[in-house]
């Protein structure tokens, strides 16, 4: 069954429809809450929060691009989140600590074919970029999440977080901008597939 | 070393990058490049922290997030739609009930307020039945067993007259026939609205002192059949008003805050 047709059952109510949009989505869903978050359980929270308000406003989406229907609904659950946060900052939470636990799990070293070393290099760069992306308003955190990491395009992007496209491009820009100036101490630790990143990346 | 370049140009760098731009931004930001070693480092910083993030996995979600009947149900189903049904019904149950309170403590107060000296006199004759306001139909089965205070009145008219379970009672003086059977604060309602039964009332012979205020007194029902005192009945009924009154209010407001 088409995702067209999973949403249009899920919308007579069809719970098992909806349920299969959840399994193909919920990896983009957790990751794009992680990125936002920076944390597993708050990630997890967001994520199931956002199935949950999707299902109930299934019937306000029209048409159009589901996944940057879906990542704007998690978006806005984290806006909301690290909002309430900022509000009660009884709960600042030290990314690193969790980052580790996090970052070392089996999950994210997913790839079989990394050494050791390779693996302990690239869970450390990982925790430098969660760290740098943490460090971002939360406004520039989600387009970087959008366009760089979920594959976005600059129009989904701007259906993503209800911004206009120049919004979008220049949150961008300057997201990039002091990732940039965030990660400059870690090139290092770069894989040389990357430190050698050359024209055809783009 | 980034001080020179402007916000804009990070911007234009950016889209870049994404094949973004127009042709002639792009003509015009290539000729910059040339010219610029650090426009130059700029994009190349800005390539790789690209293509950093873009390097990194996608997660794997730790569960599944798929719901249940019951997270659907409760957020958004068929819960709700009971919930918001139950809701007026509740809403309405708690209007009335206070309503309700309302007439029958002005009715009783009423009663009490324009009764007090026959209610104890006639308290001191008969006791118990006359006293009855709300259970008062004592009051005319006991005043048809004393003639000895004085028939005045004969039973059967009245009798026939009032919906057959009223009894007119027989009694000794004015005083006493305005006391005497007193109904409960609902029939003292129902002769308000039923003229013929106030007009059946006026045809007992005894004459009423006071026709207009106290024809509806002179009803009563099933004469000895009530066993309770008339204010314990109003004060009960007053009571089951306000609990479902309460109870109904309560149960709205939970109702209306589980259904959001």
């Given amino acids: 069954m088409d995702e067209t047709a999973l949403i249009q059952a899920a919308l007579q109510g069809d719970l098992d429809a909806f349920n299969r949009l959840v399994l193909a989505y919920q990896d983009m869903v957790y990751t794009q809450a992680y990125r936002m978050m920076g944390e597993q359980e708050a990630a997890e929270d967001a994520s199931q929060d956002a199935f949950i308000s999707a299902y109930r406003k299934l019937d306000s989406y029209r048409g159009g691009s589901f996944k940057a229907w879906l990542l704007r609904i998690v978006t806005n659950v984290c806006y909301d989140e690290l909002r309430r946060r900022k509000r009660r900052p009884t709960t600042p939470l030290e990314p690193l600590d969790n980052d580790n636990e996090e970052i070392e799990s089996p999950r994210w070293l997913s790839d079989p074919g990394e050494s050791p070393e390779e693996s302990a290099e690239r869970s450390e760069l990982a925790r430098a970029l969660q760290r740098c992306l943490d460090g971002l308003p939360p406004e520039f955190r989600a387009v970087v999440a959008l366009v760089d990491v979920q594959g976005l395009d600059y129009t989904e992007a701007a259906l993503a977080v209800g911004a206009p496209l120049g919004t979008v491009k220049s949150r961008l820009a300057r997201a990039r901008t002091r990732m940039r100036d965030c990660l400059k101490g870690v090139w290092e630790l770069l894989p040389d597939s990357l430190r050698l990143v050359g024209e055809s990346d783009t | ?260």
């Fill in chain 2, 1 to 260: 070393m980034t001080t020179r370049i402007t916000p804009p140009q990070w911007e234009a760098l950016s889209s870049y990058l994404d094949n973004q731009l127009t042709p002639k931004e792009r003509a015009r930001l290539e000729t910059h490049l040339k010219q610029d070693a650090e426009l130059r480092q700029a994009l190349e910083d800005l390539r790789r922290t690209r293509a950093l993030l873009r390097s990194q996995p996608r997660l794997r979600a730790p569960r599944n997030f798929t719901l249940t009947p019951a997270m659907a149900g409760v957020r958004s189903g068929a819960r709700r739609s009971s919930s918001v049904g139950a809701y007026p019904i509740l809403r309405l149950a708690s209007v009335l009930a206070t309503i309700f309170f309302v007439l029958v403590t002005v009715g009783d107060f009423a009663v009490r307020t324009f009764a007090p000296p026959p209610l104890t006199m006639t308290a001191s004759e008969q006791t118990a039945p006359i006293f009855g306001m709300g259970g008062g139909g004592g009051g005319g089965g006991d005043g048809a067993l004393q003639p000895e205070m004085g028939l005045l009145a004969p039973t059967e008219a009245p009798l026939e007259a009032i919906t057959g379970q009223a009894v007119a009672s027989p009694i000794p003086d004015q005083k006493s026939l305005v006391v005497t059977p007193i109904g409960t604060p609902e029939a003292a309602l129902e002769a308000l609205v039923t003229p013929e039964a106030v007009a059946q009332a006026k045809e007992v012979p005894i004459q009423p002192a006071d026709n207009g205020n106290r024809q509806l007194e002179n009803e009563t029902q099933q004469p000895a059949a009530q066993p309770w005192p008339a204010h314990t009945v109003i004060l009960v009924l007053q009571i089951l008003l306000i609990i479902l009154a309460v109870g109904a209010g309560l149960a709205a407001l939970y109702v209306r805050r589980a259904a959001r």
